[in-house]
Every structure is written in C-alpha cells, then in structure tokens.
T-cell receptor, first 116, second 113 residues
Framework: GAVVSQHPSWVICKSGTSVKIECRSL??????MFWYRQFPKQSLMLMAT?????????EQGVEKDKFLINHASLTLSTLTVTSAHPEDSSFYIC????????????FGPGTRLTVL | AQSVSQHNHHVILSEAASLELGCNYS??????LFWYVQYPGQHLQLLLK??????LVKGIKGFEAEFIKSKFSFNLRKPSVQWSDTAEYFC???????????FGSGTRLLVRP
C-alpha cells in the first residue's frame, strides 16, 4: 500500500516551453502533497506543500508563478514548470501524506527534467 | 529554523562491518523522526520512523535507530552491512503538528564486497 506514482519519469524540453508533471497516490487519499527538488548528489529541497482544494504554500525563494501547483483531487497533484530554462533542469520528486500518518510521507519515483 | 545535520557525507565499509550514521536535529519541541534510503536509480523508501514510545526503533532490512532526546540525535545503525546496502541515506524530521519534512544532506554509503 501507499504507492505514489509520477508521470513522466523523464522529460526533455526546449527552453521557454512549459512542462507538467503529475503526481498520483494510487491506493490512498492524500490530504497533503509535497514537491521537492533534488540536485545531483544533494539532499531534497522542499519547494511547496499543497492541500487538496486550496492554494499551495511555497517555500522561501521558490517562484510560485514559475512553479504552478494544482492539487485538484485527493489523488492527484500537478507541478507545471512554466517557461522552463536550463537552470530548471533537475530531479523533481513528489510525496504524499495522509491525516492519519503522523507526518510520514510516501515518495514518488521522481521526474528528471532536462531543459535544452 | 529547524535543521538536520548528518555528519558523515561519505562512508565506505567492507561487508559484515558495523554501521552507524549520525543524525542531529535542532528543534526543541516534539518531533517525528525518519530515516529514508535511496538505492541507486530508485525512489526514496522509508527505513524506519519514530513517533513516540520506545526510543529504540527497528526498521526494515536489519536497520535500527535510537532516539536520544537529550542529545537531539537519531542515529542509524546496522550490526553487519551487506553489499546491497550501498545507497544514500537521509535523516528527516518534522514537527509533531506539521507534515513538513526537513531533510539532512544525506550520507552516501558504499559497501565493498
């Protein structure tokens, strides 16, 4: 149980285009979903927290107009990287949590974004 | 602000050696503590977690961790490592009333056969 999927697993796009990444909780309802960014050989950096049906809360330094997050249902959250640039190339990971999990998060496999 | 420190960035061991990875956090309130593992090319998986109760917690694959409140520590241990334990290990903490996880910088473990 507690499986989180991400789609796509990798994506290559041209500079200036937008990319959407989906995060789904497959066998549970996620009241809260999180989006992280992981640079090579570094730890996970929390970008934003989203609760179903409400606006995402972004961490300091993360541009909310560039990284659009939508949490439309209890099983789906999307991250859209708008007007992507090469510096946005990274590994994006989502996780999901439930109200009864004492803060435990279940992680997706990640999406590798390369912007040319 | 909360922070999590992992003192060992790279650890190299031979098979059957004992392992201890350090983790310290800075937060004075009640916390939940986690160790996650990321095997090469795979996603983060939960090794073990501490919410309350017995400060010595046992996780999967023979790992255990001890919560020492007075030292703000949650060190990960395994008595005898295997080659398959080669991975990156992350300590993480969240405040009791928050879902927000703060991760340490990670420790890369290489186990030589």
């Amino acid at each position: 149980g507690a499986v989180v999927s991400q789609h796509p697993s990798w994506v290559i796009c041209k500079s200036g285009t937008s990319v959407k990444i989906e995060c789904r909780s497959l066998d549970f309802q996620a009241t809260t979903m999180f989006w992280y960014r992981q640079f090579p050989k570094q730890s996970l950096m929390l970008m934003a927290t989203s609760n179903e049906g409400s606006k995402a809360t972004y961490e300091q330094g993360v541009e909310k107009d560039k990284f659009l997050i939508n949490h439309a249902s209890l099983t789906l959250s999307t991250l859209t990287v708008t007007s992507a640039h090469p510096e946005d190339s990274s590994f994006y990971i989502c996780s999901a949590g439930t109200s009864g999990s004492f803060g435990e998060q279940f992680f997706g496999p990640g999406t590798r974004l390369t912007v040319l | 602000a909360q922070s999590v420190s992992q003192h060992n960035h790279h650890v190299i061991l031979s098979e059957a050696a004992s392992l201890e990875l350090g983790c310290n956090y800075s937060y004075g309130g009640t916390v939940n503590l986690f160790w996650y593992v990321q095997y090469p090319g795979q996603h983060l998986q939960l090794l073990l977690k501490y919410f309350s109760g017995d400060p010595l917690v046992k996780g999967i694959k023979g790992f255990e961790a001890e919560f020492i409140k007075s030292k703000f520590s949650f060190n990960l241990r395994k008595p005898s490592v295997q080659w398959s334990d080669t991975a990156e290990y992350f300590c993480a903490v969240n405040e009791y009333s928050s879902y927000k996880l703060i991760f340490g910088s990670g420790t890369r473990l290489l186990v030589r056969p």
